[in-house]
């Protein structure tokens, strides 16, 4: 794969993951969606169809990684790093544009909450806050996860055929959504730096009334943990298998 094509296929598989992750947040949390109050279960499946699309759409550019940390394994278990910023890159910028897009999509409900009596906080539609605010807790449970997601990630890959029957991309949707119910309550389950960052960026530039704090002082764990557990997962997996 060239560089221009992974660069391009990264972008819009992340793009369109962090749409779908992103838009049923929104939708799942805004006054004036239809879909408010939905729960937690409905956004652990949406973020799993954002992964299924994104995925399937950037496949055949780039192998439809849209995670650094899952990148970061699979060169820890290749040894091959000369298209990893090249991935990186492409993620970030996928993602910041999916926020933008998920924002259009909600562009009311966000001009009405900021109308509100109260207006909700919007961060937690575009990057992750923890439930207990504990660094080091948070850090490990970003670690663990992210391992939970690469590990089995890089197995599938020795299953023959899954991968070119497209079989593994819709078996790590449905990983990405029983770690969102398994494991995603202590932090929002980032277990993807570019997933969390991008849109905290876009979450700071955007012209969101009352849209309250970016948080930016705890925006290094969900890029740390994951990329830790993204390297782990794959020592661990070069280690055992």
Same mark, same amino acid.
């Given at each position: 794969?060239?560089?221009?094509?992974?660069?391009?296929?990264? &972008? &819009?598989?992340?793009?369109?993951?962090?749409?779908?992750? @992103?838009?049923?947040?929104?939708?799942?949390?805004?006054?004036?969606?239809?879909?408010?109050?939905?729960?937690?279960?409905?956004?652990?499946?949406?973020?799993?169809?954002?992964?299924?699309?994104?995925?399937?759409?950037?496949?055949?550019?780039?192998?439809?990684?849209?995670?650094?940390?899952? +990148?970061?394994?699979?060169?820890?278990?290749?040894?091959?790093?000369?298209?990893?910023?090249?991935?990186?890159?492409?993620?970030?910028?996928?993602?910041?544009?999916?926020?933008?897009?998920?924002?259009?999509?909600?562009?009311?409900?966000?001009?009405?909450?900021?109308?509100?009596?109260?207006?909700? =906080?919007?961060?937690?539609?575009?990057?992750?806050?923890?439930?207990?605010?504990?660094?080091?807790?948070?850090?490990?449970?970003?670690?663990?996860?992210?391992?939970?997601?690469?590990?089995?990630?890089?197995?599938?890959?020795?299953?023959?055929?899954?991968?070119?029957?497209?079989?593994?991309?819709?078996?790590?949707?449905?990983?990405?959504?029983?770690?969102?119910?398994?494991?995603?309550?202590?932090?929002?389950?980032?277990?993807?730096?570019?997933?969390?960052?991008?849109?905290?960026?876009?979450?700071?530039?955007?012209?969101?009334?009352?849209?309250? +704090?970016?948080?930016?002082?705890?925006?290094?764990?969900?890029?740390?943990? =994951?990329?830790?557990?993204?390297?782990?997962?794959?020592?661990?997996?070069?280690? @055992?298998?």
């Amino acid at each position: 794969m060239s560089n221009g094509d992974v660069f391009v296929g990264e &972008i &819009i598989g992340t793009a369109i993951l962090i749409l779908f992750g @992103a838009g049923v947040v929104a939708a799942v949390v805004l006054n004036h969606s239809k879909a408010k109050d939905a729960g937690w279960a409905v956004i652990t499946f949406g973020w799993g169809f954002g992964v299924l699309a994104g995925a399937y759409t950037a496949a055949p550019l780039s192998g439809g990684h849209l995670n650094p940390a899952v +990148t970061v394994g699979i060169a820890f278990d290749t040894g091959d790093w000369d298209q990893v910023p090249v991935y990186i890159a492409g993620q970030m910028v996928g993602a910041f544009l999916g926020a933008i897009l998920c924002w259009l999509v909600y562009f009311a409900q966000f001009q009405a909450n900021a109308e509100e009596e109260t207006a909700q =906080p919007t961060l937690g539609i575009f990057s992750t806050t923890p439930a207990i605010r504990n660094p080091v807790a948070n850090l490990v449970t970003e670690i663990i996860a992210t391992m939970a997601l690469v590990l089995p990630i890089l197995a599938f890959g020795l299953t023959e055929g899954l991968g070119q029957s497209g079989t593994a991309i819709l078996i790590v949707s449905f990983l990405v959504v029983g770690i969102g119910l398994s494991l995603g309550g202590p932090t929002g389950y980032a277990i993807n730096p570019a997933r969390d960052l991008g849109p905290r960026i876009a979450h700071a530039l955007l012209p969101i009334p009352n849209k309250g +704090t970016s948080d930016w002082s705890y925006a290094w764990i969900p890029v740390a943990g =994951p990329l830790i557990g993204g390297a782990l997962a794959g020592i661990v997996f070069t280690a @055992a298998f």
